[in-house]
């Protein structure tokens, strides 16, 4: 018999385990072994990947776990499927918020698990019920003599381990480096009974029976165990949900029939095409179980009228026609086999997004629907990333807060944890410093931390509902939210056959529904919103060909608005398909803008000859200018040519999309080079259609996607081209643009909307738009409690607006002193009061303040007393309490104060740069976003985007001028910019050769004007 290590930890042993399940197990594999466990502590977090890894390596695996719970701790090994079930329901347990005893639990939950434990309270306790399936554990290092006489006690047979979570010594420091992060500890204070031991090795066969010369059982037993373990483990069966108990035959019959009659619905009536698809679709649907699956995100699709079905799920007739997605598959020629093919395996999700303030009672519509023990939400699996784990590793090191504060706010987010000190010695932010060597031993013990599981978060919604008992199939904890969580995260939960439903919310859904329940309220006009056909609007086209989309979802970023204007600056305006179509292309090749597909994608839109390297790729390629867009092209590609079936293409796409694509990528080569020469395609033609696929892998949608978010996008742009001041209200309400508020401020006033600050009765809690005028929010002011604003608008809405400054105080004594001196600040009050009279309102506020220090927020209203004569403030200080309540200019553009600056700078007017195409030129702008890339050759830039009073422009710093100039990014502050207008397919930008400030009085500061005469 060989011996097996049975107690392994893995860097899914959250704050404990060091290596990867494929490290371990090429580990094992080159120690001669055979078999390996897998025992992390607390979970089974990394199952799913360690089946892979030992599948790959050619190693029987088996699944256990340390179960650690105060004082007791015992290893836990599956030797069966019932035991791998039981095991999932005490790791739940364990994680339950309720108390837990591990003895208790395993009284209960022990049937198919073999116990490991040195622990005479659990051992002692278990043995008074059954000894079968019982032994001691013995490891090296471990009170070896203390562990074989409680064997002799409880007569329980010892098996020897060696609590494996090393492989090399420079793993204990980075251990211990783990173990003090968990405590919240310096390594100086760090006591060695919370770290593993130093011998916990993953150590060869010949070790460890040097190790056990006198018990030499306890390495047979460790042998035994391991043969009597399952290792054929299968999780690739897949376990969908089933809909209100409904049999499978029934389900098929009930999704017909609402798919036909979601047909009528939306066609008007049901011709050959139609039926012919749904036909097709529900065939396989069905053959692969997946009926249960569409009505049960049907019915979670229904709770809210506005939603976004997207991936490949939206190129389903059926999930079209039961109202899941909304883009018309046979209108837009969309691929159902990207989703659903007779080969595929795995199982495909259906993603949905809903108004991000509605996904959480979406959500609790789910669990009450299918309760706690069916229903789970899939896991991130949180671990150390670049900046974070540079901070906690410097903790524990016990360098002081500010000096760590200084660092990693100078490395910012351009170095990756990945990159290690390479990164900074390269890079311009960083030229010139240098770092003591405590630091650069943090640095490399930092790098070390990528992959780590510190713990888990709940994915954003990430679903999974199983017809029986989730706890059955992978354990679960709590999350924060109080809902269960299971251990995996969503590569693994789709390995492991559970099926998920993406319940995400998206900020865009909820701006166009705040959008249209503005126009309804002030137009009565009521747009249906899954009906609607924005692109019938000819403003809609036009201002999506502008690329004037700051807003609007998807097609806001500068990269897309550049894109846009390119594809049709001086292209007639094209049809509604035409232009949707070319939507969909542009969402999809943009992302992260492969610059060299998209120069030559622009480049045949406006006429550039080309033509397709296989007449076999003409109906794959035509619409897309010959260019592979979209994911699905590649199985389309692959199928077309080289006889590929949808499943073997769609793998072959998956494949392509993976970083770690080995000896697999080149078998499908093979193949595909194979089946080309078998249709007589030629090796060359071949060789170039193949690098096309290589070279599309990582920047694409698929193309369902695609038009589901430009669908998104058209609705939003409908709205910005007919309702601005509704639609831009909408969009800085709820947040989490492309762009920050003032970036949404600035683009209002280009659209000629004139900005109002807040009031104290007209401004409700978010921003509002109406006719050309846009009010502020009192959200927007710094420092106000919510309760305060809420306080605020329900006495309003009760009895009416208030008729002065002392009738506020008089109805709402109770308000926040702090709160209402932030709301005077603010400019509330000066409609009724003015803002001369803003010194006087403050001293009337503190005037009433009464009362000990520990309640300094009340105030006693009494009859007013006639204030002195204050003066009021000037225009320097109005301005200051504005940027300090608001966080920003919003009086007028932050450059208007610069104006005489600007004059004698001769900077040109951004809204000019066009005429100047080719010149040298000055700019004078206000950052508003930046993308820090690097070049093919590795070397940082940025492109930047300035904004002045009459217009955006974008802005590329080259490595030279970045390496210049990067270390005054991204300033509140009026920029000074030198360089040459350079135009693409009729787009302006500048190439920058020189970067400064300007100040209030026009003037460059001396260092930098000294540089533009030199320029």
């Not at 070896?144 to 010892?158: H, K």
């Not at 060695?192 to 460890?208: H, K, M, Q, S, V």
């Not at 301005?879 to 007028?892: I, K, N």
Request: with cysteine; aromatic share 8%.
């Amino acid at each position: 018999m060989h011996f097996t290590h049975l107690h392994v930890h893995s860097a899914f042993s959250p704050n404990w385990g060091i290596h990867s399940p494929a490290t371990l197990c090429a580990a094992a594999k080159a120690a001669g072994m055979t078999r390996l466990a897998l025992t992390d502590r607390n979970g089974m977090y990394g199952i799913p990947c360690f089946l892979e890894a030992a599948q790959k390596a050619g190693i029987a695996p088996l699944i256990g776990a340390e179960a650690v719970s105060g004082s007791q701790r015992a290893v836990l090994l599956a030797r069966n499927q019932d035991g791998y079930a039981n095991l999932c329901r005490l790791l739940s347990a364990l994680h339950d918020p309720q108390p837990f005893d591990l003895a208790v639990a395993l009284a209960t939950w022990r049937e198919g698990l073999y116990i490991l434990s040195d622990n005479a309270a659990v051992l002692g306790r278990l043995a008074e019920q059954s000894r079968e399936g019982l032994f001691v554990e013995t490891s090296p290092g471990h009170r070896m003599e203390q562990a074989m006489f409680l064997a002799r006690r409880l007569g329980l047979p010892p098996v020897a381990t060696s609590r494996a979570v090393f492989l090399q010594n420079a793993d204990i420091k980075t251990h211990r480096v783990l173990r003090a992060i968990a405590g919240n500890t310096t390594l100086s204070r760090l006591s060695a009974e919370t770290c593993a031991g130093p011998a916990d090795f993953l150590r060869a066969e010949t070790d460890l029976k040097a190790a056990f010369p006198h018990y030499p059982e306890a390495l047979e037993n460790a042998a035994r165990i391991a043969d009597n373990c399952q290792t054929n483990w299968d999780f690739s069966a897949t376990i969908f949900p089933r809909f209100r108990g409904l049999a499978d035959q029934q389900a098929s019959t009930l999704l017909e029939r609402r798919a036909h009659e979601g047909a009528i619905r939306r066609y008007g009536e049901m011709n050959t095409k139609i039926a012919a698809r749904l036909s097709k679709e529900l065939t396989i649907i069905r053959d692969k179980g997946f009926a249960h699956y569409f009505l049960v995100v049907q019915e979670l699709a229904k709770r809210s009228p506005r939603t976004c079905g997207r991936g490949s799920a939206a190129a389903s007739l059926v999930a079209y026609c039961l109202g899941i997605t909304h883009v018309d598959p046979l209108r837009y020629n969309l691929f159902f086999e990207r989703f659903l093919n007779k080969g595929r395996i795995d199982p495909p999700d259906i993603d949905i997004d809903f108004p991000w303030d509605e996904r959480d009672a979406v959500l609790d519509f789910a669990f009450q629907r299918y309760g706690n023990q069916r229903a789970a939400m899939v896991a991130n699996q949180v671990g150390f990333k670049s900046r974070g784990a540079l901070r906690e590793v410097a903790k524990v090191f016990g360098m002081p807060a500010d000096e760590i504060k200084t660092i990693t706010r100078r490395l910012s987010s351009h170095w990756s944890i990945q990159r290690g000190t390479k990164a900074m010695d390269s890079h311009p932010l960083f030229r010139g410093e240098s770092l003591s060597s405590d630091w650069q031993d943090i640095l490399a013990i930092a790098t070390r931390l990528n992959g780590q599981l510190r713990h888990l978060s709940q994915h954003c919604g990430g679903l999974v509902i199983v017809p029986d008992d989730i706890r059955q199939y992978v354990p679960t904890e709590v999350s924060a939210k109080g809902r269960p969580l299971i251990q995996w995260e969503k590569d693994q939960t789709e390995a492991a056959g559970l099926v998920k439903i993406d319940i995400l919310g998206n900020r865009s859904l909820a701006v166009i529904r705040d959008a249209l329940t503005a126009v309804h309220h002030h137009t009565g006009n009521n747009i249906d919103y899954r009906n609607w056909q924005p692109l019938t609007d000819a403003k809609t086209r036009a201002l999506l060909c502008s690329g004037d989309t700051i807003g609007c979802f998807y097609i806001e970023s500068p990269a897309t608005r550049q894109l846009l204007k390119k594809m049709w600056g001086n292209r007639p305006m094209p049809d509604e398909d035409t232009l949707f179509e070319h939507l969909v292309m542009a969402s999809s090749i943009i992302r992260p803008a492969a610059n060299n597909v998209i120069r030559e994608f622009v480049a045949r839109m406006h006429g550039k000859p080309w033509h397709h390297l296989h007449p076999l790729l003409e109906p794959i390629l035509d619409e897309t200018y010959g260019l592979a867009v979209y994911q699905e092209q590649i199985t389309q590609i692959a199928m077309a040519l080289s006889g590929f079936s949808a499943s073997e293409g769609d793998r072959l796409r998956k494949i392509i999309s993976k970083k770690d694509k080995g000896k697999t990528l080149d078998d499908y080569r093979q193949r595909f080079m194979q089946g080309g020469n078998r249709n007589g395609i030629s090796a060359a033609v071949l060789k170039k259609i193949w690098q096309q696929v290589l070279s599309f892998a990582g920047y694409s949608f698929c193309k369902p996607h695609s038009a589901s978010y430009a669908l998104v996008s058209c609705k939003a742009a409908w709205l910005k081209a007919n309702h601005p001041a509704e639609f831009m209200a909408a969009v800085i309400s709820n947040g989490g643009g492309y762009y920050t508020p003032l970036g949404y401020l600035s683009e209002a006033r280009r659209m000629g909307l004139h900005i109002l600050t807040p009031d104290i009765n007209t401004s409700d809690r978010a921003y509002r738009g109406k006719d050309r005028d846009l009010r502020i929010g009192l959200m927007q002011i710094a420092a106000v409690a919510q309760a305060t604003i809420e306080v605020i608008l329900n006495e309003r809405r009760k009895n009416g607006p208030f008729s002065d400054y002392e009738n506020f105080l008089w109805r709402l004594p109770h308000l926040p002193v702090a709160d209402i001196k932030q709301l005077i600040k603010a400019g509330c009050f000066d409609a009724l009061e003015g803002s001369e009279q803003r010194p006087g309102l403050i001293w009337r506020l503190l005037q009433l303040q009464r009362g000990p220090a520990t309640a300094a927020d009340t105030l006693f209203v009494t009859e007013p007393e006639p204030p002195p004569v204050l003066p009021p403030y000037d225009a320097v200080t109005l301005q200051t309490q504005e940027l300090e309540t608001l966080g920003m200019p919003v009086g007028s553009h932050p450059l208007v104060p610069y104006a005489e600056a600007i004059r004698s700078s001769g900077a040109v007017p951004a809204a000019e740069l066009s005429r100047w195409i080719g010149r040298h030129i000055t700019l004078v702008g206000w950052w508003v976003t930046g993308k820090p890339v690097r070049t093919v050759k590795g070397q940082p830039m940025e492109f930047v985007t300035f904004e002045d009073a009459t217009a955006l422009f974008d802005a590329t710093f080259f490595p030279a001028a970045y390496a210049r100039f990067c270390r005054n990014f991204g300033r509140s502050r009026p920029y000074l910019i030198k360089g040459v207008v350079d135009e693409e397919f009729g787009v302006a930008t500048i190439n920058v050769m020189w970067l400064g400030f300007l100040d209030e009085q026009g003037k460059t500061l001396s260092k930098q004007n000294v540089a533009m005469r030199r320029l």
